[in-house]
Nanobody, 120 residues
Framework: QVHLVESGGGLVQAGRSLRLSCAAS????????VSWYRQAPGKQRELVGY???????NYADSVKGRFTISRDNALNTVYLQMDNLKPEDTAVYYC??????????????WGQGTQVTVSS
Protein backbone atom coordinates (compact mmCIF):
# COMPACT_ATOMS: atom_id res chain seq x y z
CA GLN A 1 0.00 0.00 0.00
CA VAL A 2 1.17 3.52 -0.79
CA HIS A 3 0.20 6.59 1.21
CA LEU A 4 0.37 10.20 0.13
CA VAL A 5 0.52 12.89 2.79
CA GLU A 6 0.26 16.59 2.03
CA SER A 7 1.63 19.21 4.39
CA GLY A 8 2.45 22.90 4.44
CA GLY A 9 -0.97 24.47 4.25
CA GLY A 10 -2.06 27.35 6.41
CA LEU A 11 -3.40 30.87 6.60
CA VAL A 12 -1.45 33.60 4.80
CA GLN A 13 -2.06 37.13 3.60
CA ALA A 14 -2.46 37.90 -0.06
CA GLY A 15 0.87 38.35 -1.81
CA ARG A 16 2.71 35.93 0.47
CA SER A 17 3.99 32.44 -0.27
CA LEU A 18 3.47 28.88 0.89
CA ARG A 19 5.15 25.64 -0.06
CA LEU A 20 3.14 22.44 0.02
CA SER A 21 4.70 19.00 0.13
CA CYS A 22 3.31 15.68 -0.98
CA ALA A 23 5.27 12.79 0.48
CA ALA A 24 4.72 9.21 -0.62
CA SER A 25 5.47 6.25 1.60
CA UNK A 26 5.23 2.53 1.13
CA UNK A 27 7.38 -0.23 -0.23
CA UNK A 28 8.55 -1.26 -3.68
CA UNK A 29 6.95 1.61 -5.55
CA UNK A 30 7.83 4.46 -7.85
CA UNK A 31 6.01 7.71 -8.44
CA UNK A 32 5.21 8.60 -12.01
CA UNK A 33 3.10 11.67 -12.83
CA VAL A 34 2.10 13.61 -9.74
CA SER A 35 -0.64 16.22 -9.91
CA TRP A 36 -1.88 18.93 -7.61
CA TYR A 37 -5.59 19.66 -7.45
CA ARG A 38 -7.59 22.09 -5.38
CA GLN A 39 -11.18 22.39 -4.32
CA ALA A 40 -12.72 25.58 -3.06
CA PRO A 41 -15.99 25.56 -1.09
CA GLY A 42 -18.94 25.01 -3.40
CA LYS A 43 -16.73 24.40 -6.43
CA GLN A 44 -15.53 21.40 -8.32
CA ARG A 45 -12.04 20.06 -7.83
CA GLU A 46 -9.70 21.56 -10.41
CA LEU A 47 -6.27 20.71 -11.67
CA VAL A 48 -3.56 23.08 -10.56
CA GLY A 49 -0.74 21.39 -12.40
CA TYR A 50 1.31 18.25 -12.68
CA UNK A 51 4.88 17.08 -13.03
CA UNK A 52 6.21 14.11 -14.94
CA UNK A 53 8.71 11.66 -13.55
CA UNK A 54 11.36 13.50 -15.57
CA UNK A 55 10.39 16.68 -13.70
CA UNK A 56 8.63 18.45 -16.55
CA UNK A 57 5.86 20.59 -15.06
CA ASN A 58 2.63 21.87 -16.54
CA TYR A 59 0.28 24.43 -15.00
CA ALA A 60 -3.26 25.67 -15.19
CA ASP A 61 -3.52 29.15 -16.65
CA SER A 62 -4.84 30.48 -13.35
CA VAL A 63 -1.56 29.74 -11.54
CA LYS A 64 0.99 29.98 -14.34
CA GLY A 65 3.82 32.29 -13.35
CA ARG A 66 2.94 32.14 -9.65
CA PHE A 67 3.11 28.43 -8.77
CA THR A 68 6.02 26.05 -9.29
CA ILE A 69 5.90 22.28 -9.05
CA SER A 70 9.10 20.35 -8.37
CA ARG A 71 10.01 16.89 -7.18
CA ASP A 72 12.71 14.99 -5.37
CA ASN A 73 12.56 11.41 -6.60
CA ALA A 74 15.04 10.24 -3.97
CA LEU A 75 12.65 11.44 -1.26
CA ASN A 76 9.48 10.45 -3.13
CA THR A 77 8.25 13.96 -2.52
CA VAL A 78 6.64 16.55 -4.77
CA TYR A 79 6.41 20.23 -3.90
CA LEU A 80 4.04 23.02 -4.82
CA GLN A 81 5.62 26.42 -4.33
CA MET A 82 2.90 29.05 -4.32
CA ASP A 83 3.97 32.67 -4.64
CA ASN A 84 1.97 35.88 -4.84
CA LEU A 85 -1.04 34.11 -3.37
CA LYS A 86 -4.49 35.54 -3.98
CA PRO A 87 -7.72 35.11 -2.03
CA GLU A 88 -9.08 33.06 -4.91
CA ASP A 89 -6.35 30.49 -4.27
CA THR A 90 -8.15 29.56 -1.04
CA ALA A 91 -8.99 25.86 -1.25
CA VAL A 92 -8.13 22.42 -0.01
CA TYR A 93 -5.12 21.24 -2.00
CA TYR A 94 -4.72 17.58 -2.87
CA CYS A 95 -1.96 15.64 -4.48
CA UNK A 96 -2.71 12.78 -6.81
CA UNK A 97 -0.11 10.34 -8.04
CA UNK A 98 0.17 7.62 -10.59
CA UNK A 99 2.15 5.03 -8.67
CA UNK A 100 3.73 1.82 -9.87
CA UNK A 101 3.75 -0.78 -7.12
CA UNK A 102 5.84 -3.80 -7.98
CA UNK A 103 3.32 -6.24 -6.46
CA UNK A 104 0.22 -4.85 -8.16
CA UNK A 105 1.05 -2.59 -11.07
CA UNK A 106 0.00 1.01 -11.59
CA UNK A 107 -2.78 2.76 -9.71
CA UNK A 108 -3.88 6.25 -8.74
CA UNK A 109 -3.58 7.52 -5.17
CA TRP A 110 -4.87 10.63 -3.43
CA GLY A 111 -3.65 12.42 -0.37
CA GLN A 112 -5.98 13.64 2.37
CA GLY A 113 -5.65 17.30 1.43
CA THR A 114 -4.28 20.38 3.14
CA GLN A 115 -6.14 23.65 3.64
CA VAL A 116 -4.77 26.86 2.18
CA THR A 117 -6.50 30.08 3.16
CA VAL A 118 -5.45 33.42 1.72
CA SER A 119 -6.76 36.55 3.39
CA SER A 120 -7.12 39.84 1.57
Amino acid sequence: QVHLVESGGGLVQAGRSLRLSCAASGSDFSLNVVSWYRQAPGKQRELVGYITRDAVPNYADSVKGRFTISRDNALNTVYLQMDNLKPEDTAVYYCNANVYVRSKGSDMYWGQGTQVTVSS
